[in-house]
């Protein structure tokens, strides 16, 4: 039954980037940055008709990492100028591959297939029971892809601006990539590892990068988007407005993801309340 989801969610993602490079080219613009506008919210529509006629919003979930790395090489391809850095290129579309991958990846693994939905999307219809298909829409579907685009709005800069000399800021970008990387990777790791052991009714995962911080993966999130910013200014500096994405993300986590998560973890885990008393929420900070 996964192999025939896997089939299902590969069909809708085709059929979505075919019909996002068709209306990138019908778009009554040569700006390749509106032209990668028209076409992700394209795509983004195509998933949702499969979303809606399965009855499972899940199709949108690996679109989060699957949708920047088009985004990006289109970008690559057809920047505003011919002056640009090409090192500082390959730092970018490696980052964004190599973060989308892992991310699909690790979706891919623990994916149930189209029997099952995320917990948040099942609250959302006992929250929207009318209007639950217009909530999916709008909030899982168009405006993640809003903010995923948004903050992608430094490598449009980094990948088109005039060729600036490597520095010190694109070393910053550098590690905070590679850290936001490392973090994602290693706490889903052992998260994995801990779901696959015995363990007892309602334990909690305090070990590793799980002790250093509650929500280790969703740090390693926000400081990806971060990093991409420092690229967009080490290319730019006067760039400020490209931080708005990464600063959008960090909302976005800290105002809806997280306190979503910290409240289904004091329903599930009898120790939460001392949990969250010593460990920190999202910033990693060993225990004294």
């Excluded at 000399?165 to 910053?172: E, K, T």
């Amino acid at each position: 039954m996964r192999g025939r989801a896997f089939a299902w969610v590969a069909l809708a993602y085709a059929v979505a980037g075919a019909v996002g490079v068709g209306a990138g080219r019908l778009a009554p613009t040569d700006s390749p940055l509106l032209i990668a506008a028209v076409a992700t919210f394209a795509a983004t529509l195509a998933i949702f008709a499969f979303s809606l006629s399965f009855n499972n919003s899940s199709f949108y979930d690996a679109y989060w990492s699957v949708a920047p790395i088009p985004i990006v090489f289109y970008w690559a391809e057809n920047p505003p100028g011919d002056d640009v850095n090409s090192v500082r290129m390959a730092l970018v579309l490696t980052a964004v591959t190599v973060w989308g991958v892992r991310l699909t990846y690790n979706w891919a693994r623990q994916w149930q297939g189209l029997h099952h939905e995320d917990w948040r999307y099942v609250d959302k219809r006992r929250e929207f029971p009318r209007a639950y298909w217009v909530v999916s829409l709008t909030g899982l579907h168009v405006m993640p892809t809003i903010l995923v685009f948004i903050g992608l709005l430094p490598c449009w800069v980094a990948l088109g601006a005039p060729a600036r000399p490597i520095g010190p800021i694109d070393g910053l970008a550098l590690l905070a990539v590679c850290t936001a990387i490392y973090f994602e990777t290693v706490a889903d790791k052992q998260l994995r590892d801990f779901m696959d052991r015995p363990r007892a009714p309602g334990e909690s995962l305090t070990s590793g990068l799980w002790g250093l911080c509650r929500h280790p993966n969703y740090f390693g999130e926000v400081l990806f988007w971060w990093g991409l910013f420092l690229f967009g200014l080490a290319a730019n500096p006067t760039a400020w407005w490209c931080g708005a994405g990464a600063l959008a993300m960090s909302v976005l986590f800290r105002v809806v993801s997280l306190p979503l998560m910290e409240r289904r973890a004091a329903e599930r885990r009898k120790d939460w309340d001392r949990i969250s008393r010593e460990i920190p929420l999202i910033l990693p900070w060993p225990r004294l």
